[in-house]
């Protein structure tokens, strides 16, 4: 990207691209590189700033991760994030060590508004802290600026050398004040004149797909979803007619879903789109049965995906490029994002096989975050009912089934699921509430029903507030509509004799059950 950016190290942690999507809140392109990417290749991207991101190490321990001092003395402004601002101190000549108390959760920060960084924020504020080690001495030349009752230094900076230092983590939400700080530091502090929008994104994506197509041909993964349909629009837009979309119905979408999305990209829909419809239910339950690993569902899942996709372009000639609506969430929780540890592969990320008979993936939305997509698509047009429609993940209810996958376990959580959803709009809660759904627990509990015993599953509802799909809290459902959505489950789905309503936020919990 030819324009003004700021460069996040990666030190490992679970939100750092976090840090990317909040930096890129503020317009200002941000691009997330390895602590083992060297200084030199650093300054030759010619960042106007540079974010230490947070980790799971010990700064002062030999093999973890670290930097070169000839960091903090090129001149650049640099924001050291928990583990980056103990790294910061450390090598700087500051102490770190073992914190006598450690701070997990929500946690009352006093400030100095009179630090570049909390200008305009409050003097008490709200910030998410999680750290084991703790800064006991600030590095000569800093001062600090900030502390809590467990943690004398929360923060600290040296403005001369534009260098600062942050115990918390400002990029999650939970931090009330966050994104004002990290604005602080983009636009006052690096002095970035906030020029990255998304319809240049958008522009200059069309531009790239087609200097990179050429006249070549191109199939792409049409799930239906938010993020294979923007896509889909997208690459329509670029090069017309050399795309084919092919729509896999693998037997694990929603109940009458394969049928919608024919509807909206069919031959009968709003886009002139080449589009083939793959009828694939019965080979995947055939490969599926018996499996009852996660990691392992979703890589037959991903695998088969890409077979079907194989076949397809044999039968239509030469196929050059394959394109996927992967974003940054997936490519975070498969761990090919930096440093991060793997929390779990997608079926068009890390899923992917080792053989793949294209020439070359595209993945246009790959360093977009859930909400980024979204403006996308409505940059391009698409009706905000397509934009806004429930996220639905590429291995579809294979991960909202717990245990084995089957055709009946399928039409259970299909049921339970369309009446979940229809008591939400019916509630008037489905513009308020970030996602949600059914899954099939694999847990079996004794019940009475028209004085029978019965024997029957359990099914788990789940429903959450986010904005990034990276952290998300549990969404506050009236107990009046889970009492119904749980009476209409229990009467109308067959197999079902319980209904439980998970209450887990993300972290510690992934949105997902597997």
């Known amino acids: 990207m030819n324009q003004e950016k700021v460069i996040v190290i990666d030190f490992g942690g679970q939100y750092n691209q976090l840090v990317a999507r909040r930096v890129r809140e503020c317009n200002v392109y941000c691009e997330i590189y390895s602590y083992r990417t060297g200084l030199d290749q650093i300054k030759a991207m010619n960042p106007k700033g540079i974010i230490l991101t947070g980790g799971p190490n010990s700064c ?27 790294l910061m101190q450390h090598i700087l000549g500051g102490k770190v060590e ?133 896509a889909a629009v997208m ?84 196929v050059d490029f394959l394109v996927q609506g992967t974003i940054y969430p997936d490519v975070v929780e498969s761990g090919l994002g930096g440093e991060s540890a793997v929390i779990k592969s997608h079926h068009n990320v890390g899923g992917l096989p080792d053989y793949v008979d294209f020439k070359e993936i595209i993945e246009p939305l790959r360093d977009l975050f859930k909400d980024e997509v979204r403006k996308a698509g409505l940059e391009m ?36 699921d369309a009446i979940y959803r229809e008591e939400i709009a019916n509630a008037g809660l489905d513009k308020t509430i970030g996602q949600y759904f059914a899954a099939l627990t694999n847990m079996r509990s004794v019940g009475v029903m028209g004085d029978e015993r019965t024997y029957d599953y359990a099914v788990a509802l789940r429903a959450v507030n986010t904005i990034d799909f990276m952290t998300a809290e549990s969404a506050e459902i009236p107990f009046e509509v889970l009492q119904k959505v749980m009476s209409r489950i229990i009467n109308e789905v067959k197999g079902v004799n319980r209904v439980f309503y998970d209450l887990t936020s993300k972290p510690p919990g992934t949105i997902e059950f597997e």
């Open 98 to 230: 073992k914190a006598p108390v450690r701070e997990y959760g929500k946690t009352e920060v006093f400030v100095n508004q009179d630090s570049p960084l909390f200008h305009d924020v409050s003097e008490k504020t709200v910030c998410w802290m999680s750290h084991f080690d703790y800064i006991s001495q600030a590095a000569d030349g800093f001062q600090i600026t900030a502390h809590t009752a467990d943690c004398p230094v929360a923060a600290a900076e040296n403005p001369d050398k534009n260098l600062y230092a942050i115990q918390f983590h400002p990029e999650v939400l939970h931090t009330q004040e966050g994104t004002k700080m990290l604005y602080n530091f983009v636009r006052n502090v690096c002095g970035c004149a906030g020029t990255w929008r998304m319809d240049s994104f958008v522009e200059n994506s069309i531009k790239a797909i087609r200097e990179k197509v050429g006249d070549g041909k191109v199939l792409c993964a049409l799930s239906g979803g938010v993020d294979s349909s923007v």
């Open 60 to 86: 002062y321990e030999e093999d973890s991760p670290t930097y070169c001092k000839e960091l903090f003395e090129i001149g650049i402004p640099v924001l050291g994030l928990c583990y980056g601002a103990q």
């Open 235 to 318: 690459l329509a837009k670029a090069i017309g007619n050399q795309l084919t979309c092919v729509f896999v119905d693998h037997g694990l979408l929603r109940k009458d879903e394969g049928d919608e999305v024919e509807e909206v990209f069919g031959p009968n829909g709003p886009y002139e789109l080449n589009f083939i419809r793959v009828n694939a239910q019965e080979r995947y339950y055939s490969k599926l049965a018996g499996v009852t690993e996660p990691e392992e569902k979703r890589k037959i899942i991903g695998e088969e995906f890409i077979r079907v996709f194989e076949e397809e372009a044999k039968k239509i000639g030469k």
């Open 381 to 416: 047009g698409i009706p905000e009912k397509l934009v806004f429609r429930q996220p639905f993940p590429g291995p579809g209810l294979g991960i909202r089934i717990i245990g084995e996958v089957t055709a009946e376990k399928v039409r259970i959580v299909q049921d339970a």
